[in-house]
């Protein structure tokens, strides 16, 4: 495993930053939908 991590360092750290995107992407999609719950309530 740690060899792989090693030789592979780079794709390991795309990969990180990715689910962090995808993560970044899905809060902001579930932020929008409460705020036009909220909106449409008023």
Same mark, same amino acid.
Request: charged residues 20%; proline residues 0%; aromatic residues 14%.
């Given at each position: #495993?740690? &060899? /792989?991590?090693?030789? =592979?360092? #780079?794709? @390991?750290?795309?990969? !990180? @930053?990715? !689910?962090?995107? +995808?993560?970044? /992407?899905?809060?902001?999609?579930? #932020?929008?939908?409460? +705020?036009? =719950?909220? &909106?449409?309530? &008023?």
């Amino acid at each position: #495993m740690y &060899e /792989f991590l090693e030789t =592979n360092s #780079m794709y @390991v750290v795309l990969l !990180i @930053v990715l !689910i962090i995107w +995808i993560g970044i /992407f899905g809060y902001l999609k579930s #932020m929008d939908k409460q +705020i036009k =719950n909220l &909106e449409t309530k &008023e």
